[in-house]
């Protein structure tokens, strides 16, 4: 694809409810990656995938974060019983592999607001 | 581990004059080093990369950057600033076991005055 698309743009939701944020990579970009920015704030790393699986989850801030990756492809972040403090926007990044250095390409993020 | 200070949180410079933005790192293994900027309600977008080979980068925008080891520090310049360098600049470091981990800076607001 010509670059990273995520979807919706823009997320407003109830306290509680669940949200689900959805990125599509730059086409066989192997790596994928998503990042929360609070506003005022530098990225805060939340997982990232190789492929379908996700060896490094460390960044999920609690369990009702979870995120998956279908088809070497899409991903979706999900949240559930929101919560004011994850009101962010959430961006998305790929890259590619193959042992060399890839910088990642960003999408154009979510913007969660949680009333 | 890795990881990445940005030593300002703003900067404010006139139009005209040199640009220098901070940032040290620390990493157990040989480094790859990014400069990202984002513009006000846009995404992020790449500066330069550093990764191994000449130690000064040069990236888009009249951006440079030089990696110094002994000091731990890969510093963005541009020697003259425009308007349109008002933005936020992320330092970002890689490197070690994982390629794949990014470790981002808290940024760095830049103001470009007229």
């Known amino acids: 694809g010509a670059g990273v698309s995520q979807s919706p743009s823009n997320k407003v939701t109830e306290k509680g409810k669940d949200v689900e944020l959805r990125c599509d990579p730059i086409?066989?970009?192997?790596?994928l990656y998503w990042y929360r920015q609070r506003l005022g704030q530098g990225l805060e790393f939340l997982i990232y995938f190789q492929g379908n699986s996700a060896p490094d989850k460390s960044g999920l801030p609690s369990d009702r974060f979870s995120a998956e990756r279908t088809g070497e492809s899409v991903s979706t972040l999900t949240i559930q019983r929101t919560q004011q403090e994850d009101s962010a926007v959430y961006l998305c990044?790929?890259?590619?592999?193959?042992?060399?250095?890839?910088?990642?390409?960003f999408g154009p993020g979510t913007r969660l607001t949680v009333t | 581990a890795q990881s990445v200070t940005q030593l300002d949180s703003h900067v404010s410079v006139s139009e005209g004059t040199p640009v220098l933005l901070r940032c040290n790192y620390s990493s157990s293994y040989s480094p790859s080093l990014f400069w990202y900027v984002q513009h006000p309600n846009k995404g992020l977008q790449l500066l330069l990369k550093y990764t191994s080979a000449a130690t000064l980068v040069k990236g888009i925008n009249g951006f440079e950057a030089e990696f110094k080891k002994s000091e731990t520090s890969f510093h963005l310049t541009k020697p003259s600033a425009h308007m349109s360098d008002a933005a936020e600049y992320f330092c970002v470091v890689t490197g070690g076991n994982n390629f794949n981990k990014f470790y981002f800076g808290s940024g760095t607001k830049l103001n470009v005055k007229p």
């Open positions: 086409s066989g970009h192997t790596a």
């Open positions: 990044a790929s890259n590619g592999l193959g042992g060399r250095i890839y910088e990642q390409y």
